[in-house]
């Protein structure tokens, strides 16, 4: 059981960063079955932004360079997988009239106007409330790992509510994801929402959770409506939601 569940962290780890790990030998498992664990490969990513913030700090570099670096951290971690989902998902949502076109756009590598302005918006949104949390070191640490872990775990909870939109790609390879992964994915954002509520205040655990839920229900409901169901980029646009939601709401309350 535990040599399955190493294998299926490892899975996630090499399926959502660009970390340099070994290659899975055979049987590689399900990517369904590895959902529960994505949200430890938001973690993984998260430490490593943070070590790169808390040495800017150290260095007396300015706010808006802190989190400049943070986020540049994050991509570089990630391979911008995240930040592709979201701007072909803008581009799909509002560039065609049928599912079937919306999801041939979301293929296309090139980007287009509703998915730069998507990409501008977020990475913008997290580099301002990066820059505003900068002045709390720990805060700031706590939050990038509180949001990395909690946007993923909502990309887990969709994989095991809505079907996929495709026959093929990530969203219908993973669609054995059930309500357990879900479940357990879930249950490793509340560890680190505990320790921010220290520095946050105890309504940082109920406005995370409504937060996200609102957003994962926004997101469902558009997926569902314009596309059929969720693919990729569907789950990458989810994580960068939450997580741009879950950093606003820590900001406001620790201002």
């Not at 490969?41 to 700090?57: D, K, Q, R, S, Y």
């Not at 994801?177 to 954002?189: D, E």
Request: aromatic fraction near 6%.
């Amino acid at each position: 059981m535990i040599a399955r569940r190493v294998r299926e962290a490892h899975l996630a780890l090499v399926l959502l960063t660009r970390l340099p790990l070994p290659r899975l030998r055979d049987p590689v498992p399900s990517i369904g079955a590895a959902a529960w664990a994505f949200p430890l490969a938001g973690l993984a990513v998260a430490l490593i932004a943070a070590a790169i913030g808390l040495i800017c700090l150290a260095l007396n570099l300015p706010a808006p360079l802190v989190a400049g670096f943070c986020i540049a951290a994050q991509v570089l971690a990630t391979g911008a997988l995240h930040e592709d989902g979201l701007a072909d998902f803008a581009d799909g949502l509002w560039g065609g009239t049928t599912p079937e076109r919306r999801l041939e756009i979301m293929r296309d590598s090139r980007i287009g106007s509703y998915g730069t302005i998507a990409l501008i918006l977020g990475l913008g949104l997290r580099w301002q409330a990066l820059a505003a949390l900068a002045g709390h070191p720990t805060v700031m640490c706590l939050a990038l790992v509180t949001t990395a872990m909690s946007s993923r775990s909502g990309a887990s909870i969709l994989l095991a509510t809505i079907p996929a939109a495709r026959s093929d790609g990530l969203g219908h390879n993973a669609r054995d994801a059930g309500k357990k992964s879900a479940i357990i994915a879930t249950f490793f954002p509340i560890l680190a929402l505990l320790g921010i509520a220290v520095y946050a205040g105890p309504l940082v655990l109920p406005l995370m959770f409504i937060m996200t839920g609102v957003t994962l229900w926004l997101v469902s409901r558009l997926a569902r409506a314009r596309l059929g169901g969720q693919t990729g980029d569907v789950l990458g646009a989810t994580q960068q939601l939450i997580e741009i939601v879950g950093l606003t709401t820590i900001t406001a309350l620790v201002f």
